[in-house]
């Protein structure tokens, strides 16, 4: 019940729709009551020769108002109740999106999107479920259950309804008991679906490596004993759900039985008569239904509650990104790290150590060094995916970036990620992504001076071709081309390109950095790379290694120093000269 | 997520459901039984009304009340429903029983299928459509088997039942009632028509909301650089009420045309038995039991309608995921067939490209004329930048593609007249990207093999050298993988891939190397064991690390699908030509 509660907000919100349809709900109950006693009361006329063709079509016009009216209250009351926890899911659906949109990136590092849909499909389905059926379960059990007990009371006899009423405590403790195995019995055949689910999908994953061994009759014969488990743990479900039916059934005859047997006693002892008796047995088979919903009742809101708790767990989940807004300046100015230690929260390790340095607002700062040397965790802190704390700050032109709007301060970057995503959509709405009311012109620009627009051109639908899982598969350089097009785009104060000139080639990346060097004067850049060509332009040069700065200054001082930075840029441009070279002899051949 | 709407004709329909209803066949027995038990509960559910009609009738209207013919009738009321109670129990369940038989079989169906498709289709199909082909479809025919097939069944008997009972007691009146049959199914067409219309409307909806969900979740943090969550909010919000919209149509269609409709035609055929009786009882007596029995037998013959009827979406839905099934069933992409001449065998290990050219899609060809021969315990080794075609003979020599053009030899047989068995047991291929499976790091080497004892799989982790950081692991061997062995370093998982292959002992060795970043001491590790790997066996390597391959007994140079230049390192580099520059440039330190 406590999820009533819970939901509360909600049903204050529908106050309107849920009394409505509620007494829609009411006036079904008594309509349905009708129909039984014009039945008895025509028997009871037949029987004793007393019935008129005006009294019989007196009856008939009743009836068909009462059928009328059912219809229409009936139709109601489903627009009313289910209409509103229909509102309910959407309403749900909507805050949860809204919720997981706030999340910092360490929320969703320590959930599967698998579980984070699953609230957003299942969990929400059995809150909605609490909210519409749930409470015509309820309503109906009382409402229908309540009214029909007292008519057969009222109307025939309070004896006989005791007495036929017997079995009927016994439907309901055997249905719940059955209930309480199944739902036991449920879980473990759920589980042992979701292995199987696993399974397969394992399976599909190393299709090669299966193919490749050979094995694919005995990968069979293992889905085959999950597929068998599977079998085994529903029918012991179906063995105990067959039960229902015949319970139902049972119950009622009995009910049945002895009514007529007790019901034909009170006949003949005048009691009670023929007709009424009959319009008893009728009212009998409207019992079932009232006592039934009570078990599901309980079974919908069990289920409604854990749902509605895991929501509530996520919806209270604080996005540890805090709130520590002091200014509602924009910030801009100069970039300042002051960082002894960091640590990412649920590591061991310190990620970052002695970090200082200040980025002069207009100028680029290149950051080099291996894989694992801390460049991106810089990125991450300048980003807010993660917050610093005490002493450690990052700073633009002196204020925490922890102290601006967390808003203002995104708006600032045009960030280009490692893993370039982009969105199951048109390359169009993939580059135009901070502003899709953007016109062509600058978004076939910022296509350009990242390199894509050729390429783009060449595809058979250009800028409209949709790229993802459902459209057509990208390079990686593309796809990076593309990332930096959709950063390009909105002209960032801050551009931070993270290691996403990787996949492109020499030439290509000179291309493009040539291009954000002349058309971004007065801009910061930060850019992170393997490649010391990427940053050997930069005004500031920092080599990292094990989380620590090991190096820092220009591409001449850092040359000049004859440290790992030169080695490397040595060592690289080597290599970029025979891969020119390599390239050259392997376009000149084929064909 | 993907989102297959497939709207099936009526045609369609039937046709799925005649496909599907074959399924049962096999388990004649079964269905005989379950049948029995339908048509005894039946009977038995209709018996009841009678004896009590025959009780009203016979003894309480004229009040008399013999104590044998009333214990008979005690007695039989019994019997009948002790009868109804059983057979109802042993029709659900064995109508339950059967459909799971039938799911078990075409999941197997379905799962033997994918092992036969070929590259080209999950090249094409993405994986997850192709589990939920085998999971969530299949049991969307569950329910509809268990819940809707059943309904129907035990609907029609009931429908028949009570109108045979009705003739029974007044056959004026039954064929007067009939005419309530044309309009209900009128009703459900009418139904049917508009729902099937919103529902599949309304689950698509569905599908690109949680597609738009989950790929948000998984795009969160550009969407949050880039500010876009109200605009992605907004837009979700967009389909969120297009999809309440819709469903607030089906609630509205529901409540028009089900339950309220039916009910209102029940309440309409109890003005029709009364006002019959009533006016007959002017001219001829009418009994009491008679319009009891009649209105008993009118609720049993509605309350299956409004059962199918809630069902009919189940039904559609079933209908359609069993469609996909049957797709995915019927599906010819299949891998290349063998001929399987079992008189053929891998004696030597001796591999030979005939003249082969080949192309993916029929248009362009990304091997061309390619010819070589790699003798028994020699190394040939690939070496080309990406798409200059290493990778597809591999694919060609692994059958994991058809070629048409050219020859592929073994010890002088064509690979695609060798037996299957015969290539599985003898060529062993190393995947760039090896796959870990869920399980142990023991049962990650052994896989299926039959009868690879732990000792052959100590032996080979050993010799390739994976023993050393195995030891190191708590439960060694006996180690628990998780997803994708996401809990090796990617040098690791390398060494468990070579484990796995050396531990069947293959006469031929497929070496695709990694490309990946591998952290220098496991590196150190790998060239070891791959030297070790190769000697002795025919081996075919791609090579991206030129310095591995620098034994080889030849090296190919491939470039846009031709082998432009061919011989051993010396040679190559005697030649100065592309193998000489990408050798410079390798050894060029990074």
């Known amino acids: ?292 919903a009570l078990g599901w009742f309980f079974n919908l809101i069990e289920r409604g509650k854990a749902s509605y708790d895991r929501i509530d767990e996520i919806m209270n989940t604080k996005s540890d990104i805090g709130n520590t807004v002091t200014t509602d300046s ?192 007065g801009k910061t850049n930060i850019i992170t790379a393997h490649r010391m060509s990427a940053v050997r332009n930069a005004d500031l040069i920092l080599v990292m290694e094990n989380g620590r700065i090991v190096e820092r200054g220009t591409h001449d001082s850092l040359t000049g120093a004859r440290g790992w930075y030169y080695d490397t840029f040595k060592a690289q441009s080597l290599r970029r000269n025979l891969t020119k070279e390599l390239d050259e002899t392997l376009e000149g051949g084929g064909e | 997520m993907t989102s297959d709407v497939i709207n099936l004709t009526l045609k369609d329909q039937l046709r799925v459901l005649v496909r599907l209803l074959k399924y049962t066949l096999p388990f004649k027995g079964l269905l005989a039984l379950a049948f029995s038990m339908l048509i005894i509960s039946t009977v038995m559910g209709v018996l009841t009304p009678y004896l009590v009609m025959i009780f009203i009738d016979n003894y309480l209207t004229p009040s008399v009340f013999p104590e044998d013919e009333i214990m008979m009738l005690i007695i039989a009321f019994i019997i009948v429903n002790v009868l109804a109670v059983v057979t109802t129990y042993w029709q659900i369940y064995l109508l339950q029983r059967l459909a799971f038989k039938v799911i078990q079989q075409l999941r197997i169906d379905a799962f033997r299928k994918i092992g036969m498709l070929g590259m080209t289709y999950f090249d094409k199909v993405p994986s997850g459509s192709v589990v939920s082909r085998l999971t969530n479809d299949t049991q969307a025919i569950v329910d509809m088997f268990t819940s809707v097939l059943g309904t129907f069944l035990m609907a029609i008997f009931m429908v028949i039942s009570s109108f045979v009972m009705m003739f029974i007691l007044d056959v004026k009146l039954a064929f007067i ?115 009891f029995a009649f209105i008993q037998y009118m609720e049993r013959f509605f309350e299956p309608i409004n059962q199918v009827s809630q069902n009919l979406n189940i039904f559609q839905q079933a209908l359609v995921a069993a469609s996909r099934v049957f797709t995915l069933l019927d599906d010819t992409r299949h891998e290349p067939a063998q001929l399987n001449d079992e008189q053929y065998k891998i004696t030597d290990g001796r591999v030979e490209f005939k003249d082969v050219t080949f192309s993916y899609d029929g248009n362009v060809d990304v091997l061309k004329n390619i010819s070589f021969e790699v003798p028994p315990g020699t190394t040939t080794a690939l070496v080309g930048h990406t798409g200059s075609g290493k990778s597809s003979i591999i694919n060609l020599m692994m059958r994991f593609y058809e070629y048409e053009r050219g020859d592929i030899l073994i010890d002088g047989h064509s690979i695609k007249e060798l037996p299957k068995e015969e290539m599985k047991k003898n060529i062993g291929l190393v995947l760039q990207d090896p796959f870990i499976f869920y399980g142990t790091l023991t049962s990650n080497i052994k896989l299926y093999h039959s009868t690879m004892t732990f000792e052959m799989v100590e032996e080979a982790a050993k010799f390739v050298g994976a023993d050393g950081f195995i030891n190191k692991l708590p439960h060694q061997f006996d180690q628990k993988v998780v997803e994708k062995g996401a809990d090796f370093s990617s040098g690791e998982r390398q060494l468990l891939a070579f484990a796995r292959t050396m531990a069947t002992n293959p006469k031929i060795l497929i070496l695709d190397e990694a490309t990946a970043n591998i952290d220098s001491s496991t590196e150190e590790k790998i060239q070891e064991s791959l030297m070790k790997m190769r000697s002795g066996r025919t081996t075919l390597a791609i090579a991206h690390r030129l310095s591995t391959i620098q034994d080889a007994d030849e090296i190919l140079v491939l470039n846009k699908g031709e082998i432009v230049e061919r011989g051993t390192h010396d040679e190559l580099v005697q030649l100065k030509g592309i193998y000489y520059k990408m050798y410079r440039l390798q050894n060029s330190k990074q």
Request: no cysteine; hydrophobic share 45%; proline share 3%.
């Open chain 1, 1 to 292: 019940m406590r999820v009533f509660k819970n939901l509360g907000w909600f049903f204050k919100l529908e106050k309107k729709s849920y009394i409505t349809g509620l007494v829609m709900l009411i006036l079904v109950a008594l309509m349905e009551l009708v129909p039984p006693q014009v039945i008895g009361r025509v028997i009871d006329r037949i029987t004793t020769d007393t019935l008129t063709s005006n009294s019989l079509v007196l009856f008939g016009v009743l009836l068909l108002f009462v059928a009328i009216l059912t219809y229409i209250f009936r139709f109601f009351w489903r627009v009313m109740i289910f209409g509103a926890s229909n509102r309910l899911g959407r309403t749900l659906r909507k805050q949860l999106f809204e919720k997981y949109s706030s999340m910092s990136p360490a929320f969703f590092g320590k959930r599967r999107t698998g579980d984070l849909m699953a609230h957003a499909t299942n969990d929400i389905n059995a809150v909605q479920m609490t909210a519409g059926a749930g409470i015509l379960t309820i309503a109906d059990s009382v409402i229908t259950g309540g009214a029909v007990l007292v008519t057969m009371a009222l109307t025939v006899s309070p004896k006989l309804t005791l007495i036929a009423m017997i079995p009927f405590p016994f439907m309901v403790i055997l249905t719940s008991w059955y209930g309480s195995i199944l739902s036991r019995l449920f879980r473990v055949a759920q589980a042992a679906f979701s292995s199987l689910n696993d399974k397969t999908q394992e399976s599909i994953a190393g299709i090669k490596v299966t193919k490749t061994f050979g094995y694919e009759d005995e990968d069979l014969k293992d889905f085959t004993n999950l597929s068998d488990d599977v079998v085994k743990k529903n029918l012991k479900v179906a063995k105990i759900d067959a039960l229902f039916d015949p319970t139902i059934t049972a119950i009622i005859a009995i009910s049945y039985f002895l009514s007529i047997f007790f019901g034909a006693r009170m006949v003949v002892a005048d009691e009670i008569s023929l007709g009424q008796l009959v319009t008893f047995t009728t009212y009998l088979g409207m019992m079932v239904w009232p006592l039934l």
């Open chain 2, 177 to 291: 009632a009939l005419i309530f049959m044309p309009v209900i199914v009128m009703i459900l067409l009418v139904y049917r028509k508009y729902s099937a219309r919103y529902f599949s409307h309304a689950r698509s909806l569905l599908s690109d909301m949680n597609a738009k969900l989950a790929e948000s979740i998984e795009g969160m943090k550009i969407v949050q650089v880039f500010n876009q969550e109200k605009r992605l909010q907004r837009e979700f919000e967009v389909i969120n009420e297009e999809h309440y919209q819709y469903n607030l149509r089906t609630i509205k269609l529901d409540g028009l045309l089900l339950r309220p409709a039916i009910d209102m035609i029940y309440i309409l055929s109890i003005i029709l038995i009364l006002s019959y009786f009533g006016f007959l009882s002017f001219e001829t007596s009418v009994t009491a039991g008679v319009i």
């Open chain 1, 330 to 521: 924009v910030p801009s100015g100069d970039i300042t790290f002051d960082i002894s230690e960091f640590v990412f929260p649920g590591e061991d390790e310190v990620s970052l150590r002695d970090i200082h340095f200040t980025l002069r607002e207009g100028e680029t700062l290149g950051i080099v060094g291996r894989t694992g040397s801390g460049k991106s965790s810089i990125i991450r802190l300048l980003l807010r995916e993660f917050d610093t704390s005490g002493s450690n700050t990052v700073s633009i032109n002196g204020t925490d970036i922890k102290q601006y709007d967390i808003k203002k301060l995104r708006r600032l970057f045009g960030y280009v990620p490692q893993d370039n995503f982009l969105f199951s959509s048109t390359i169009r709405n993939n580059i135009a992504f901070t502003n899709p009311e953007i016109n062509t012109a600058s978004v076939h620009r910022a296509a350009d001076l990242s390199y894509i627009h050729h390429d783009i051109e060449n595809f058979p639908e250009g800028y409209e071709t949709v790229v993802g899982e459902r459209g057509v598969s990208l390079s990686g350089g593309q796809k990076q081309r593309i990332s930096i097009a959709r950063a390009l785009i909105s002209d960032p104060e801050i551009l931070i390109l993270d290691d996403s000139l990787s996949a492109v080639d020499a030439e290509t990346e000179t291309a493009i950095l040539r291009n954000i060097e002349q058309n971004r004067a």
